[in-house]
């Protein structure tokens, strides 16, 4: 046994150090608007957070820190120069109202200035916490890494959207874990949803410009932390696996970002609430994104979609071969004219090969289609592999507008690096330079960029209905969590609409003829439930038109909203949701595998008399998934409606209110 004896000088020495650094740290408090949440950060050897939902503990400990060059560690032995609270308040009016025309956007800020040229920023509002770093030294830097260290109460579990690899889709089951089924390392995109027992806590980032997304990895006993991808040197064509969309990244640095100058970083997002519908009302992922770029925005028009590759051009009932052709697109163009569907997409095959995206294929006379579709008041959005557009980009998005498309349908990023997302901003420029539409599939979740460049107008980066075609992932609990989870970062190109509905007991991929689990109320709710100002009708026109009656009703749905309220939640099981356009209200409602009912009161309405159209579950439905039952009825403010719905089935209703 080795003993230490410290002698009085040492025990003196001992005490001034600890004397030291117990008035060096200092706490600072700040509440919600409401009072409801509340957070204390520490400022001692580093820095550190914790956040409160009435004053009881729902995230533990948020150690927060950067590493750049020049030996600079932000956040490492803080020194507070000044500190600077206030109430801020702003009113929002987005280009593109996903879920408000108007957000209220109220919070209480605070300012820690460090004497070494940096600001840490906290802001709370009354549905959650947001912090960020920014730095005001003018040199130019690396960014080694960046620290956000999670500490969760013990017995939280989580919905979480594993990844294999950063190079991803970020397409993913949410996962329902607790802690025990973690296994070190495990990592997610984001956004990821937390449950404490007392509260949820949905992660997630917001003005992300210039520099990698965020990841979080599992560490031990329910402690995270953020990991980020490495600045790409060099990025190779995959040869073994679609080398035209496919990249192997051969050399990486040992940093994450190459920074100018001062700047701030991302605001990393912590929605908090005991309430499940706050995070699908929520709008902080907006309320904390920059301002648009864009001077004139009145040829940003959000609306619906025929789109060919879900249902692989399968149209029949006609006299010619379907395909990659002209007759086939003018089909497509002709469906969406008769229904007032404002766009058409020529998905993968309208190019002369996959990376000769300059020229069209032969079968398809491009500009004959082009002029027939304006004439049909029908918009045509061309997809594009990102890899050959982005070394290309200005020539290509300049011809593309010459030909007359209005948008581009951007494919197979798979990344999250700094260079990717700054070519992510780069597309949204030069696009809105020629006045086209941008849809980001094979992308990362929204973060704030469509706000800066409205013309954004979908993501996907949701695992949606066109997986469909070769698996059984589209389930209803599958389609009752992501309004929770992915939605809360931004609007999701998931592609509804499917007319061939299954039961799982009579389900089956097909890539050719996809069927969608669950009822056909199941898929018509989706048109309110999910958020998408670029909405796609996935299902074949031949189809389409055999069902005549609920096309009508989906083509009547708008795609932007004025207001929203979410009457019943809870993650992964049900929703009840109603959503305002003008004077007309939509209500739907998605249960999973269990069956459900409802009673809602109509008290959102205005007084008035309503028409209101419903279409809900059939009798059979349980049994016949594509069973439906259309009613229309008088309704006002004071009525109280049953909602009964089958599992893995919808209700879904519009309320007109009647002219006198």
């Known amino acids: 046994m080795i003993r230490t004896t410290i002698g009085s000088s040492g025990l003196i ?26 957070i204390e950060v520490t400022t001692g050897g580093n820095i550190t957070w914790s956040a409160f939902l ?31 609270k206030d109430l801020k308040e702003e009113l ?26 940096y600001n840490v920023i906290f802001r709370i509002f009354d549905d959650g916490v947001a912090y960020r770093f920014v730095d005001r030294s003018k040199k130019s830097a690396v960014v080694y890494s960046e620290k956000m260290n999670i500490e969760f109460p013990q017995g939280t579990s989580s919905y979480f959207p594993k990844e294999e690899s950063m190079y991803s889709h970020n397409e993913r089951i949410y996962l329902k874990q607790q802690a025990g089924d973690f296994e070190k ?9 937390f449950d404490t027992g007392l509260s949820k806590v949905l992660i997630t980032e917001a003005s992300l410009h210039d520099y990698p997304g965020m990841f979080l990895k599992y560490k031990e006993n329910m402690d995270f932390e953020a990991v980020f991808p490495k600045f790409v040197l060099e990025a190779i064509p995959d040869e ?41 009302e929520s709008n902080l992922v907006t309320q904390l994104s920059g301002q648009n770029k864009i001077e004139d925005t009145t040829w940003i028009k959000p609306g619906m979609v025929a789109w060919d590759w879900y249902n692989a051009n399968n149209i029949y009932g006609v006299d010619f071969e379907a395909g990659l052709n002209t007759e086939t697109y003018k089909y497509y163009v002709d469906f969406a004219s008769e229904n007032g569907i404002e766009y058409v ?24 289609l082009i002029e027939y579709s304006k004439k049909k008041n029908v ?41 990717m997302v700054k070519s992510y901003e780069a597309i949204a420029e030069t696009a809105a330079k020629y006045k086209l539409l941008v849809d980001f599939h094979g992308a990362f979740k929204p973060a704030g960029m469509e706000r800066v460049w409205p013309n954004i107008i979908n993501y996907e980066g949701v695992k949606g209905n066109e997986n469909n075609k070769w698996s059984a992932d589209i389930s209803p609990e599958h389609n009752l969590t992501i309004p929770f989870t992915r939605m809360a970062a931004g609007p999701m190109d998931f592609t509804p609409g499917a007319m061939v509905n299954k039961h799982k007991k009579n389900f089956m991929p097909s890539f050719v003829r996809p069927m969608g689990l669950g009822t056909r109320c199941h898929q018509l709710a989706m048109y309110v439930v999910y958020e998408a ?7 074949s026109p031949s189809r389409y038109r055999q069902e005549q009656e609920t096309v009508d009703f989906i083509t009547s749905i708008p795609t932007t909203w004025d207001e929203t309220r979410v009457i019943e939640a809870a993650v992964s099981d049900y929703i009840v949701i109603a959503r305002r356009k003008g004077d007309n209200w939509f209500l739907a409602s998605m249960t999973d595998d269990t069956p459900r009912d409802f009673n809602v009161k109509l008290d959102f309405l205005s007084d008035g008399s309503y028409e209101m159209e419903v279409f809900r579950d059939g009798i059979n439905a349980k049994n016949y998934a594509e069973d439906y039952k259309r009613e229309i009825k008088k309704v006002h403010k004071n009525d109280i409606l049953e909602l009964s719905l089958t599992g893995g089935g919808g209700w879904i209703a519009q309320i007109r209110m009647e002219t006198k």
């Open 92 to 117: 929002i009016r987005p280009v593109v109202p996903n879920k408000d025309k108007e957000i209220e956007s109220r919070y209480n800020e605070m300012i820690l200035e460090m004497t070494e040229k």
């Open 240 to 280: 073994n696996n679609s080398p035209d969309r496919n990249q192997i990244l051969s050399k990486k640095a040992d940093y994450i970002a190459e920074v100018s100058g001062s700047r701030a970083y991302p605001w990393r997002v912590f929605m908090i609430s005991d309430d499940d519908r706050t995070f699908v």
């Open 54 to 84: 009435e004053s009881r503990e729902i995230i533990g400990e948020v150690g927060i820190g950067m590493t750049l060059d020049q030996k600079r560690k932000l956040g490492e032995n803080p020194k507070v120069r000044n500190v600077i």
């Open 533 to 539: 100002p670029l909405q796609m009708l996935c299902e």
């Open 345 to 368: 997409i020529l998905d993968e095959g309208w190019t002369k090969s996959t990376t000769e995206i300059l020229d069209w294929n032969p079968d398809i006379d491009l500009p004959e």
């Open 185 to 193: 390392g495990d990592f997610c995109s984001l956004p990821v949803l």
């Open 379 to 419: 918009g045509i959005i061309l997809w594009v592999l990102w890899k050959p557009l982005n070394e290309n980009l200005e020539e290509i998005l300049k011809l593309y507008s010459s030909w007359g498309a209005v948008g581009i349908k951007v494919d197979f990023m798979q990344r999250n690096d700094q260079a």
């Open 13 to 38: 020495l001992l005490f001034h150090f600890f004397f030291a650094i117990s008035t060096y740290a200092q706490t600072y408090s700040l509440d919600s608007p409401d009072g409801r949440i509340s």
